[in-house]
T-cell receptor, first 119, second 115 residues
Framework: AQSVAQPEDQVNVAEGNPLTVKCTYS??????LFWYVQYPNRGLQFLLK??????LVKGSYGFEAEFNKSQTSFHLKKPSALVSDSALYFC?????????????????FGKGTHLIIQP | ETGVTQTPRHLVMGMTNKKSLKCEQH?????MYWYKQSAKKPLELMFV???????ENNSVPSRFSPECPNSSHLFLHLHTLQPEDSALYLC??????????????FGPGTRLTVL
């Protein structure tokens, strides 16, 4: 099975500074990687994904992520953080989820990283 | 926001109640999903429907029963739940479950509390 790991439970950044939220992956075959954001009491919002091609992927709200095959990482970045970026961020990988009766294509998520942007 | 709506947004139920969660997508997608988000565990995929056909998931207790009457609507029927079933239940949709590159779009979720 594929997996992703988010090593930090929380990241604190001052407003205006660059931010990085880390994600590493473990997959067999080609990785299809995603970043989602969740604001309090809301569902997950899609930010960006890596399928193939350029290692630097640009997404919504000024976010980008860098795919690094040698380091098996897919870190989320933003050049200048905003207070409104404070939220819970999830890294995910497309995976075949095995069930006892078969299986299905779905997403396997990391545990999430709380990003706190301080004014 | 994303074209996936869920009702109700909040639900409190007793262990003997029967209730249903509803999800509707307006994106023209063919695959729909139920995920469970608990406080202490990563997001878990519960059920997948592809072109209205369910993939069986025998790891989910039978007190959760999904229904997909058409490609736009998805239900999760709940009965005799346990307090540990309290969680945020998220619905998602994508163009096609079998295409690994498709993006899943999520609804706002239903916050379920079982007393």
């Amino acid at each position: 099975a594929q997996s992703v790991a988010q090593p930090e439970d929380q990241v604190n950044v001052a407003e205006g500074n660059p931010l990085t939220v880390k994600c590493t992956y473990s997959v067999s075959g080609n990785p299809y990687l995603f970043w989602y954001v969740q604001y309090p009491n809301r569902g997950l919002q899609f930010l960006l994904k890596y399928i193939t091609g350029d290692n630097l992927v640009k997404g919504s709200y000024g976010f980008e992520a860098e795919f690094n095959k040698s380091q098996t990482s897919f870190h989320l970045k933003k050049p200048s953080a905003l207070v409104s970026d404070s939220a819970l961020y999830f890294c995910a990988v497309r995976d075949w989820i095995p069930y006892s009766g078969g299986g299905a294509d779905g997403l396997t998520f990391g545990k999430g990283t709380h990003l706190i942007i301080q004014p | 926001e994303t074209g996936v709506t869920q009702t109700p947004r909040h639900l409190v139920m007793g262990m003997t109640n029967k209730k249903s969660l509803k999800c509707e997508q307006h994106l023209g997608h063919n695959a729909m999903y139920w995920y469970k988000q608990s406080a202490k565990k990563p997001l878990e995929l519960m059920f997948v429907y592809n072109f209205k056909e369910q993939t069986e998931n025998n790891s989910v207790p039978s007190r959760f029963s999904p229904e997909c009457p058409n490609s736009s609507h998805l239900f999760l029927h709940l009965h005799t739940l346990q307090p540990e079933d309290s969680a945020l239940y998220l619905c998602a949709s994508s163009q096609f479950s079998g295409a690994s590159t498709d993006t899943q779009y999520f609804g706002p979720g239903t916050r379920l509390t079982v007393l």
